[in-house]
């Protein structure tokens, strides 16, 4: 079961307020959904997940299949009775990691040949392969086989590449035919905005539950992904979801859905969390600094969560100075909190109709 | 505030039941005791190690001494307030991590010049300054200051050490005249009976709240620390709680309570934990082995931990083999709440009057 219901329409902006529903429950949208790369959102528990309202989680299919592998996850249960998480759960198709590895990889017209990071050991992934791999996860939204190009790259390379991708989807949806997980297809198009048109117009012909938009967010200065977003978002069906792939910061969150995204996914609050870093209302602070080594105020004074409203900057600077693993969890929490209650946030000032004044207030306090 | 009420005397052996009342609540004894070395039980939160009947845990002057500094956590409102943590603390004196230095200190009769183990500068700790830390600290439980002799140790070596204890002791005492804090006296003298016998005596004229059992589980067999014991606790005050310093194993714990032991306190289960180690009711086990990847039942199938009620072996395993935080809480979390489940059955054995039974029926399923 998929469905995706447009509640509400910004006047001022692409802004949008949603629901979608899926076999797990449902997930409000804008919404921005942590990363469990290795079914596990670093240093969270289930439970934590929830308490900080958190509606879906995304796990990566490459990393899963390397270790401990699908065939395993699928004797398991699936994904969600293995990592003991009974709310949506999206994967990716594992395609950016597989393109990451630039001098590992071989693409062919039948999909892409590769060795794995760990330990060399050689794999081929295919469209349908992927599909298989995501069918043992069980996800919920499951992705396109799809190539990202990098940033930057020419126009000739990232036209061929969308064409190819385009023959992948169609070979994705293919294979997802009896599936009852929603698969999404993936618009590509580098910074081209007549690629991204094609991309779009093809991937609606195939037809699809919901869309993604990759390539963005790889290196290409913020303006232009903004420039792309603002081209692209209006091309789309407006009765589908659309995820912008591995974006971003809270900025990107206030920007993305004023050009009309519903969907976000980042490891960054998980990852600054690691090195001593936590957003506040007023932007990000370095917390393991040593002039928080006797400031003994929450990390934002102007927030809710149990971190703040438990442990002080001092000690939690004290924790991560140490290495010690609750430094981290503070830090993690925290962080992953702040996002999504701001898009908790931002759904309430859609809902209100003054999503502009809250991204204009927004912007006064918080030093980007 | 601090009183020590003996509820009860094992009729077929010298385990007791009884009840410590602090300023931060009260703690049943027997009891075990979470080490939070740099003012954290590594890996746990606060609310954590509540759910799982935490009474009192233990933190160590020495290195809070170092870092963050004892003057930094007193600003902060004291140990309690610094760490989130509104339930007893009982601090050791420092005297075992300095006198573990060997080639770093100088022992005086005023005191231990050392160098730090991690910057080389110099420090100073007498039994005064050993009390003004622990003061500056707040815990609700202080050690006195001991000299920890090694295992072996020439009796001449242990009975001049004994003796530079004991006027320690009677320093630290003067020290804490005029405290809330609860000071209590070391029970030293190696596997010497004799200076056991000695240490006690001096110890009882100088007359504190409780007695702790130090110089044991240094390197001795099994066998010599449970003679210890059997020599030493009939000796000590019945109206007073015995606590038995960096102890120990769960098999320790039943032995030591066997012996008339009130409180425990020890860093292996959650350093096994770190190492994928864990305690089942039959045993311990190392999930991170191989043949633990597709076992998708709970660390402990008798165990009512949120860990077992929610995960897997396999999982675990999984996590564990990724260096992945997660894992190091759930095997911790596990470990912890084994070790203070079994010092409540043990209990609750002891109120039912069948300890002995209860001690028997653990070996027949635990494989040590």
């Known amino acids: 079961m998929f469905d995706f219901e447009l509640l509400k329409e910004d006047k001022k902006s692409e802004a949008r307020l949603g629901i979608i529903k899926t076999n797990h429950g449902s997930i409000d949208t804008p919404i921005f959904m942590p990363v469990g790369t290795q079914a596990t959102v670093k240093a969270m528990t289930s439970r934590e997940l929830k308490e900080i309202n958190s509606q879906i989680i995304l796990a990566n299919t490459y990393h899963l299949y390397l270790r401990p592998g699908d065939e395993l996850i699928k004797d398991a249960g699936g994904l969600h009775k293995f990592m003991n998480w009974d709310k949506p759960i999206l994967t990716d198709s594992g395609g950016f990691q597989v393109f990451s590895l630039s001098d590992l990889r071989e693409i062919k017209e039948e999909g892409v040949y590769f060795s794995s990071h760990l330990d060399g050991s050689k794999h081929f992934i295919s469209p349908e392969k992927s599909m298989q791999i995501q069918k043992n996860l069980g996800s919920d939204i499951v992705m396109a086989f799809d190539e990202c190009p990098p940033y930057p790259a020419e126009r000739e390379y990232v036209e061929n590449s969308l064409e190819r991708t385009i023959r992948w989807a169609e070979r994705c949806k293919k294979e997802m035919e009896k599936s009852n997980q929603a698969l999404f297809g993936i618009i590509q198009g580098g910074v081209y905005p007549e690629l991204r048109k094609r991309s779009v117009e093809e991937m609606k012909k195939i037809d699809f539950p919901g869309y993604s938009i990759g390539g963005l967010s790889v290196g290409e200065p913020k303006e232009e992904m903004y420039k792309m977003l603002k081209h692209t ?51 990000r602070i370095t917390v393991r600094n040593a002039k928080y080594k006797d400031d003994f105020t929450p990390l934002d004074k102007n927030c809710d969560c149990h971190v703040c409203q438990n442990y002080s900057r001092g000690y939690i600077r004290h924790l991560i100075k140490r290495n010690e693993i609750l430094g981290v969890r503070l830090t993690t929490y925290h962080n992953l909190y702040f996002m999504l209650n701001l898009a908790e946030e931002i759904r309430s000032s859609i809902r209100d109709d003054h999503f502009i004044n809250f991204r204009y207030k927004f912007y006064q306090k918080y030093e980007i």
């Open 233 to 283: 978002t209006p091309l789309l069906p407006t009765n589908k979801p659309r995820y912008l792939m591995g974006v971003g910061t809270p900025e990107d969150l206030i920007e993305g859905i004023y050009h009309g995204i519903d969907m976000f996914d980042c490891v960054m609050p998980t990852r600054i969390a690691r090195h001593g870093q936590v957003f506040t209302s007023k932007g």
